[in-house]
């Protein structure tokens, strides 16, 4: 799920930037906040630009040989969701935080941003096989303040917020939103009832059930 949220993300900010700013909005400076962390990550874009193998990079290379790097909905396909979550989090429009957070289920930017990043950080625990189910995750977002999103389906025990429930809860929620008549849930459910043990460590309440039918 979290591959499809990276797809759905990336998708997304780029349509709205170019919509806004055009093709290349992600090379100019003046559409982001923090100038040097863009130039860092234009660097970067630039560097996998030049040293991709792909098709598609080949192609722009040959056909395009003054472009720098290729239009912001091509460029997307060459960064990480760890990249997306930087460039997300640094674009300096609001309207453009707005639209790409609230297609998601009306979340706020504050909120979505910041989700984001903590995706990405699971994301990377999972592909490195990292212990994920006891630990206390990185970047706990900012409180949901609107929105579809039920927040009684929440922990806000103390000790609960940095917990893997509160993140699967809410990506179950997403997972409703850009992938209707997905089988996810019911397979997390079905996981975790094979040994209830250490549900609590993952900080799930009694009633965890409900965040994810």
């Known amino acids: ?8 993300v990336r998708t997304r900010w780029a349509f709205e930037l170019s919509q806004l700013k055009g093709g290349q909005a992600h090379e100019d400076p003046a559409n982001f906040t923090r100038r040097d962390i863009h130039q860092r990550s234009l660097d970067s874009l630039k560097d996998n630009f030049q040293r991709s193998k792909e098709q598609f990079t080949e192609h722009y290379r040959l056909n395009y040989p003054n472009l720098t790097t290729p239009p912001i909905w091509v460029s997307v396909e060459l960064l990480s969701f760890g ?11 609001q309207g453009v935080k707005r639209r790409v957070s609230s297609s ?24 490195h096989h990292s ?5 206390v995750l990185p970047y706990t977002p900012r409180r949901i303040r609107k929105g579809k999103f039920d ?5 806000n025990g103390r000790t609960e917020l940095d917990k893997l429930y509160n993140f699967l809860a809410i990506l ?15 397979r997390l459910v079905e996981f975790f009832e094979k040994d209830e043990s250490r549900l609590s ?11 994810f039918t």
């Open 1 to 8: 799920m979290l591959e499809r949220l990276e797809l759905a």
């Open 172 to 186: 179950a929620f997403i997972a409703n939103e850009i992938s209707p008549g997905h089988s996810w849930c019911d």
């Open 201 to 211: 460590q993952m900080g799930f309440p009694k009633d965890w059930r409900r965040a």
């Open 131 to 135: 212990r994920l189910w006891n630990r």
């Open 104 to 127: 998601f289920g009306g979340f706020e930017p504050g909120f979505f941003e910041d989700y984001v990043k903590q995706a990405s950080t699971v994301r990377n625990m999972c592909s």
């Open 83 to 93: 990249d997306i979550s930087f460039w997300f989090r640094n674009t300096k429009s």
């Open 151 to 155: 927040r009684t389906l929440l922990n």
